[in-house]
């Protein structure tokens, strides 16, 4: 199975940048990069996604690597309510067109 | 838009009992997927259905487990009989794909709890 790598934690100030890695060296391809947040007692939740390219949204910007091997989630401005579990996946196309989610990168936020 | 809809949000049940989950999925989506997550294991997938016909279910732990998509509007997750292992909670997904061009939308999931 392929995997995805990601730090077990990290501490962010708010207001300030945050940038969450992820390792993904097996992606073939076709596999798009997901990224979902999981907040305590809830569903995960969509944030952005991409192919290639660099991707934008309201939420928060996704920088992928030329080899597309590692991708970084940015949050320009952390805030409280960015407190979470990120979960970086490969959407591996295909045959075997799933999502498998790592153990993701738990970001608290301090004020 | 109502988003992911599931049913009962929590359950409780004997060993042995059947446990029904409910979901309904994003109209307009094609895609539905199951999820199951422990502190353990974390999320992991059971399976999903494009079209209301099931793609993949190699993550369906066994055959106590079992999913149904009669109609674009509603899948089953069915667990008969049940086991105080199977406690987690389970969350129904849906997508406009299934191949990833389009996100995930979760419901907010059903916690299940086997005595």
């Known amino acids: 199975d392929a995997k995805t790598t990601q730090p077990n934690s990290m501490e962010s100030n708010e207001e300030e940048p945050v940038h969450l890695p992820c390792n993904h060296s097996?992606?073939?391809?076709?596999?798009?990069i997901h990224w979902y947040r999981q907040l305590p007692s809830q569903g995960p939740e969509y944030v952005i996604h991409g192919l290639t390219s660099n991707v934008n949204n309201r939420m928060a910007s996704l920088a992928i690597a030329e080899d597309r091997k590692s991708s970084t989630l940015i949050l320009h401005r952390a805030t409280l309510r960015d407190a979470a579990v990120y979960y970086c996946?490969?959407?591996?196309?295909?045959?075997?067109?799933?999502?498998?989610f790592g153990k993701g990168t738990k970001l608290s936020v301090k004020p | 838009d109502a988003g992911v809809i599931q049913s009962p949000r929590h359950e409780v049940t004997e060993m042995g009992q059947e446990v029904t989950l409910r979901c309904k999925p994003i109209?307009?989506?094609?895609?539905l997927f199951w999820y199951r997550q422990t502190m353990m294991r974390g999320l992991e997938l059971l399976i999903y259905?494009?079209?209301?016909?099931?793609?993949?279910d190699s993550g369906m732990p066994e055959d106590r487990f079992s999913a149904k998509m009669p109609n674009a509007s509603f899948s089953t997750l069915k667990i008969q009989p049940s086991e105080p292992r199977d406690s987690a909670v389970y969350f129904c997904?849906?997508?406009?794909?299934?191949?990833?061009?389009?996100?995930?939308?979760f419901g907010n999931g059903t916690r299940l709890t086997v005595t």
């Open positions: 109209s307009g989506h094609n895609s």
């Open positions: 996946t490969p959407f591996y196309g295909g045959s075997q067109g799933n999502l498998i």
């Open positions: 259905f494009n079209n209301n016909v099931p793609i993949d």
């Open positions: 097996t992606i073939s391809g076709t596999d798009y």
């Open positions: 997904a849906s997508s406009l794909s299934w191949q990833g061009a389009s996100p995930l939308h």
